[in-house]
């Protein structure tokens, strides 16, 4: 098993910035890829970004393109997110996801998931 413990969610005005943080823990072994999606009230939980093992492949969806980065340390087991330019429809619960292979963007791809970390951005 792998746990998953997200951090540094909050509220923000508009035009502002967050990053958030995932630390995995437990039965972390091999290559994988870690990825953050976010699910906004009454929607269904979107891809919003992930990074390979090696951190040389990384996917956004366009909505974030050009204002979010991830990254990742993998001597800490830990990936981020830094969101600049914030806007009221980034409004969303954040999640962390695992997958024990190379980088994807589908949901239903993705072995383990954090509890997730809200995220307000306000007008």
């Known amino acids: 098993q792998v746990q998953l413990v997200e951090s540094g969610g909050g509220v923000v005005q508009a035009g502002g910035s967050l990053r958030l943080s995932c630390v995995a823990s437990?039965?972390?072994?091999?290559?994988?890829?870690m990825a953050w999606f976010r699910q906004a009230p009454g929607k269904e939980r979107e891809f919003v970004s992930v990074?390979?093992?090696?951190?040389?492949?990384?996917d956004y969806a366009d909505s974030v393109k050009g204002r979010f980065t991830i990254s990742r340390d993998n001597a800490k087991n830990t990936v981020y997110l830094q969101m600049n330019s914030l806007k009221p429809e980034d409004t969303a619960v954040y999640y962390c996801?695992?997958?024990?292979?190379?980088?994807?963007?589908?949901?239903?791809?993705?072995?383990?998931w954090g509890q997730g970390t809200q995220v307000t951005v306000s007008s």
């Open positions: 990074i390979a093992w090696s951190g040389g492949s990384t």
């Open positions: 996801a695992v997958r024990q292979a190379g980088v994807h963007s589908y949901v239903g791809a993705y072995d383990y």
């Open positions: 437990g039965r972390t072994f091999g290559n994988y890829a």
